[in-house]
């Protein structure tokens, strides 16, 4: 039993890995009806930000704080330039942030090349614990994602900004009838969103190799994460990540990634269809 | 108004058609060959026309139905099931050609019968999910080694042996043009009939047409299905003249592209649709060489513009613009003459 | 502390020949109201005239064609929603719309700290505090539409069908609520009302929208005099 912890751990990293990038994708949902295609860029910004920083000869942990700061810009620049233009119909935003995300991509093979790009992982060694050991920068990286999951959920449910921002989830005209700045709760929660992706990115980078098409095989997975646990509360994301996340890695581990795929798929495609509002469906949007 | 008289799309369909069939004057061997490509997408990007144009149903996994018409196509025509009577019968072009079309066009009506029944999925939960399936449908095919893993399956035959002759594309290229033409012939009325008007109904306001009695659930499948049918037929064609299914086929990739054609040309306006599959394939024909990798950029750029700015399609709103002014010039004239309330416009 | 509101001029709230609609379709016509400073004027009027329509363009939630409007002497035409809450008008929707996943707290805090004036005003909400609005009664869940509204201290309070769906004792109490606040701190309020009781308890004016337009404005009394004369505002603009 000992011997499938690791496995176990793998799961786990992954899935507080897409909680992370799930995230800004249901804020943006749930407060602007819309899904941004060009989400997963901003996870691969995060990771050349960081990409960017090892050239310069900074430190990970530099890079990483910096990561969602960066990217938290490009997200307000976004919004302001592009999204709140279509955010009237949703269906041709989805296209837009497409097209975004075509552009993103581009612009970083045309600055990076092509191919592949690694981090040095900051935490060598690992951390021995039964009989087996486990590598120390993983237990770190869960570690943060964890702390930072858990300290949005805290801003989100503690906080007069989360207050706000739910109310305009829920309610925007009357939010905005009571004197609440709609549109500035939205961009900055768009910008929020957008740094979560970022952060997500630089932690991850050290671990995968990072290419300009990395943002799909995040963004996928964080897609099918909010259609089973529901994108109306951190809780039903954090269990829809955990679900979705943990199946595709154990699965991927012992059967094969391709089926992992599939079965996490059908999963998805059952529970939107006959829980429409997910797992854990609350008061959100629903499909 | 959002569409083009009946005259006018003929009038424009002509002019487009019998252009095509004067390519090979220009060039019988290498630009014949690529029309053939532009075409049979073009046919791809007229059935995504009407899926997502005229029944609002935006779908990012339409390839999935052009790769199930191509693959199907191959491994029927290459006997990859067996030697059986059955499959030496399937194995000719002309019977694999329709099973291809029908396989894909089954796909699509389980794949739509799970996702529109009842409430029904629609708008950007549709988007994610076909999204979703694309990819996944893309990775299954790479893994699986009988269809070829990752290289595809090679040695398609042709459509036949008047289409075998590998230095001359030309009988293809007019099969294919001419499929194309009566596939844009039969699209359009269908959607100038009262199909066509159920269809933009079940776009613009599903509940009140449920009210009237009418299924939004068989309206909306039936487009899927058709448009999949079509989109595998193109996708069949496509394998036979290249002579080679590969995933790229199949998957996310496609499905993306042929989006933006139909988002660039026109998405309500069948020929604006065919239209713009072509003319980005021969821009990028030409401007990605010059352009490197500044033509992706370019595209993308562009398709965003075009989504925010000229919704209705690059080459859609000039030919609406165009056709709107005509109209007003000949409503002048044929005042003294009335005609029935709707002349056809849908 | 809830300061009573001091203002220098005597219209609080005016809208000027106001035209809006939805795309082609025009719904009010060229509204012209006038609403002095600590006096409730009612609006009435069939279903599908437009109440709600004038609603959502007094608050800001529908852009306005034509017309111009004022909070308190300041003009606030076309200005988005927030920014007309901010200067003084505060919105009751029609059918309450709280919050139900937040507490009765966070809906009352939502636009600003809580006066305690609120506490005294409803009584009720005190004990009701940490109660998730999603579990009240519909009394109770429009005493938090109305405290939230008031916490916000605002010149102008719109009401948009306060009654709806509320049995007639709590639209009694709710009268008489209200009829305080308008006393204790001079708060003016334009009440969209089917409910001729609540009208007749709280309304100083009674205007009468028709076709787009006011059709004809009457004092309260008037109103009361011909409840049931065919002839009377009530029976020609309602068919009561």
Redesign the interface.
Known sequence: MIEALPIFLDALSFALILVLVASGLVIVFGMMGIINLAHGELFLLGAYTVVVAQGLGAPFWLAAALAPLVVGLAGLAIEFLLVRFVVHRPLDTILATWGLSIAIKQIVVLAFGPGSHSVAVPIDGAISMGGFTYPAYRIVLMAVATAVIAGAGYVLVRTRMGLLARAVIARPDTSASLGVNTGRVTQVSFAVGAGLAGLAGALVAPLISVDPQMGLGFLVPAFLAILVGGASSMTSLVAGGGLVGGLDSLLGGWVSPVLAQITIFVLAILVIRLRPGGLFPGRGRRP | MNRVSPSFSAATAAVVFVALALVPVLDSGYWTGQATRYVLFGLFAMSLSLVWGRA?L?TFGHAVFFGIGGYGMASLTMGLFGDGTLWALLARPWVALPVSVAGAGLAAAALGW??FW??G?????????T???A??VE??V??IYALGGDNGLVGVPALGAWAADPFDPMPMYYAVLVTAAVVYVGLDRLLRSRVGTLLTAVSANPDRLGHFGYSVFSVRLGAFVLGAAIAGLAGAMFVATDGFASPSLIG?GLS?EV??WV?LGGRSIVLAAFLGAVAVRLSEAFLSGLLG??W??A???V??GS??LL?QGLIATPMLWLNNRLSQGSTSKSRAAPGPANDGMV | MYAPCISATALMLEFNDIQAGYGQLPVLRGVSLAIEKGTVLALMGRNGMGKTTLCKACNGLLATTAGSMRVDGEDVTGMPAFKIARRGLATVPQGRDVFEDFTVDANLSLGGPVPGAIYDWFPALASLRHRMAGTLSGGEQQMVAIGRALARKPKVLLLDEPSEGLQPSVIHEMGVVLRRVVDDVGLTILLVEQHVELVQALAGTVAFLADGVIAEQVPVSVLSDTLNDAEGPLHRHLCI
């Open positions: 609002g935006l799970f996702l009842g409430r999925v629609s708008g950007a939960y549709l988007a994610i999910i999204l979703s399936v990819v996944i990775q299954a790479r893994g996310f993306a989006l933006i988002a990798g500044f992706l950029l595209l993308g750029l398709f965003m989504v925010v919704p």
